[in-house]
């Protein structure tokens, strides 16, 4: 039997588990004449004395540098820049195709040439200070901003750098007096918090805990309306495990910033946001407990929106809390019934915990509600197959199945239209349904797909193997099958695959023998390998052998189609005609194919 076990025990487990240039072509036909007379010539070039090439270049390089093709426009403003080196236009865009490329010891060079010329320029010294700390020059950047200073420079952005320079050098002490000195130095708001929260970070990485939390207070008394630092303080006390402190404060902050009375749904976040900031932090820190007893205590309050009341059911399944989630979430479709998303989960809930009718009723509302949703349609897919998985194995032809079969059919060709490319475990899940109504073309696309993706491939390529059997293309089938066994050579299911496919077309029946008796070492017990070492015996002619594995094989999967037929068959072969009768007619009422068992069982009931 291919695979580990007859397709619907696969079926359930995948739902539930489930420097060269090339110069630019439009360039090739214009003359260095064309390019000096086009409207759209840089004014400061069409006045300079500079030779014509140097215009040329320049022009196409930076067309180029605004497209955001650095590597095309490298050799332009090269050519230019050694013409014109002195230009400040040209040097400036050499040095921007440089760094966005990466060439930060060349860009260093333009760089200094640029403040050489013009070194009166802070912009460019500061320029040439970060490049110097990038290529890791430190000491040359700590030169360079002391000069800076002594000509006069006294700009926040430049202490910040010598700030972080320090730092980075391990010199802490001197880089929190530097800090301290720009708090100073600083009036306005945005600059202070920014000072703040740089100090803050330095003391955090240095371990200095004591420090950090002085610091967050004072921070939070000198800037008490800046939320950026308020965040960092509730951050600081949960990560110290002073939780109810961080309670505390959030709820002052709720109730001084958002107090009132509030009718809609994004009024009544507001009056919870800053405790609805801490129940993240609660989350980052995996502290689902505050989590949940936080969003608990704003539901009870009337103080959550529809997606913190989604929030909270999520953290409730994470905790193994299925039973509160689902009765969570039945206030929420209540609280909000024209939501599709509350139905979804619901829906998702109550499928997972076995309720499958009300499952159903919720997907199909959520699908009613917005029949966009692609996670709709397979969720919905997902459960009809497992509702209808006997249906589905028997396979009879009568109205009943055949009116799954439709439905399934139809909602898979739904989520297939609207699943995104890269949404492989839906692929897996749609190869499942088609092949289950047997649009195995369909099946086959879907496997494909998802066999691209490491965490499926097996899987996937398992499948597309029987669907490739059953579609009769052995030739692909034994491709696939003998790509599984190059990339999963000591893989038991693989390997009884493999073997049982070769059983199957009763072709190199020693290789298939020694490669179901391989995956039998790994798994002694399981029934389909069992079943097909007893069917590689019926193919060799071994009748008796083959009936002692085909019975082991059907105590262990009772009902299996197949596994009834090929005892049914050994049966026959070993003469035991009413008791092969019996067998086979129980396989084709399990679901075995009864064009093809029916006549057998038509000449032996006639031979009687």
């Known amino acids: ?102 060439y930060q010891v060349d860009a260093l060079a333009v760089l200094e040439n640029m403040i050489q010329n013009d070194p009166e320029n802070y912009t460019l010294r500061r320029q040439h200070v970060a490049l110097l700390s990038d290529v890791r020059r430190y000491e040359d950047a700590l030169s360079e901003i002391t000069e800076l200073q002594k000509a006069g420079d006294d700009s926040l952005e430049l202490m910040l750098m010598e700030a972080r320079l320090l730092a980075g050098t391990g010199r802490t002490k001197e880089a929190i007096d530097v800090f301290r000195a720009a708090l100073e130095a600083e009036s306005g708001i945005e600059n202070q918090e920014q000072i703040y929260l740089l100090l803050a970070r330095l003391l955090e990485e240095t ?71 801490l129940v993240e932090l609660f989350v980052q820190q995996e502290d689902f407990k505050s989590a949940i007893a936080l969003l608990s205590e704003l539901r009870e309050a009337d103080q959550l929106d529809l997606e913190a009341s989604l929030w909270l059911s999520r953290l409730l399944l994470r905790e193994d809390r299925v039973g509160d989630a689902i009765r969570h979430m039945r206030q929420v479709v209540k609280r909000w019934p024209d939501s599709d998303r509350a139905h979804y989960y619901l829906g998702d809930l109550l499928t997972g915990s076995g309720e499958i009718t009300a499952g159903e009723a919720e997907l199909r509302e959520a699908l009613r509600l917005d029949p966009r949703q692609p996670e709709y349609h397979i969720s919905l897919l997902r459960l009809l197959m497992v509702r209808h998985e006997s249906v589905l194995r028997q396979q009879k032809s009568d109205s009943v199945t055949t009116s799954v079969l439709e439905e399934i059919g139809q ?24 092949r289950a109504t047997n649009d195995l073309y369909r099946a086959q696309e879907q496997f494909q797909e998802a066999s691209t993706n490491p965490e499926f491939r097996k899987e996937a390529l398992l499948q597309l193997a029987i669907c490739q059997m059953e579609a009769e293309d052995e030739v692909e089938a034994m491709a696939t099958l003998e790509t599984l066994w190059q990339e999963y050579p000591g893989d038991p299911v693989v390997a009884n695959s493999l073997g049982y496919f070769l059983a199957e077309r009763g072709t190199d029946l020693e290789r298939a023998e020694r490669l179901i008796r391989f995956a ?65 007619q129980r396989a084709m009422n399990m679901g075995g194919e009864s064009d093809r068992l029916s006549p057998i069982i038509r000449e032996l009931e006639d031979a009687q």
């Open 1 to 102: 039997m291919i695979g580990s076990r007859v397709w619907p025990v696969y079926l359930l487990a995948a739902l539930l588990a489930a420097g060269l240039y090339c110069k630019p072509a439009f360039t090739q036909e214009l003359t260095e004449r064309d390019l000096l007379s086009a409207d759209d010539s840089p004014d400061s070039l069409s006045e300079t004395d500079l030779p014509f090439g140097t215009a040329t270049s320049y022009m196409l390089g930076t067309t180029l540098l605004e497209q955001g093709d650095l590597r095309s426009a490298l050799p332009y403003l090269h050519q230019a820049y050694q013409l014109g080196a002195d230009e400040p236009d040209i040097a400036t865009a050499y040095l921007s195709a440089l760094l966005g490329l990466g």
């Open 207 to 277: 371990g200095q805990e004591a420090e950090l939390s002085a610091l967050w207070i004072e921070a939070v008394s000198d800037l008490p309306e800046s939320n950026p630092i308020y965040f960092g303080l509730l951050r600081h006390l949960v990560s110290k495990g002073q939780k109810d402190e961080a309670l505390r404060l959030a709820r002052q902050k709720d109730e001084r910033e958002y107090s009132g009375v509030y009718a809609d749904d994004q009024a009544m976040e507001k009056k919870s946001l800053w405790q609805l900031e």
């Open 411 to 434: 909602t898979a060709r739904k989520a297939a239209a609207l699943i995104h490319p890269q949404d492989h475990r839906s692929q897996l899940i749609l190869g499942f349904a088609f």
């Open 520 to 584: 039998l070492q790994e798994e002694p017990e399981n029934g389909a390998f069992i079943d097909s070492l007893g069917w590689v015996l019926f193919q060799q002619g071994r009748y008796e052998a083959a009936f002692d594995q085909l019975v082991q094989a059907a105590n262990a999967i009772p009902d299996d189609a197949t596994i009834l037929e090929h005892l049914g068959m050994t049966l026959r072969a070993l003469g035991q005609d009413v008791e092969a009768i019996r067998v086979l």
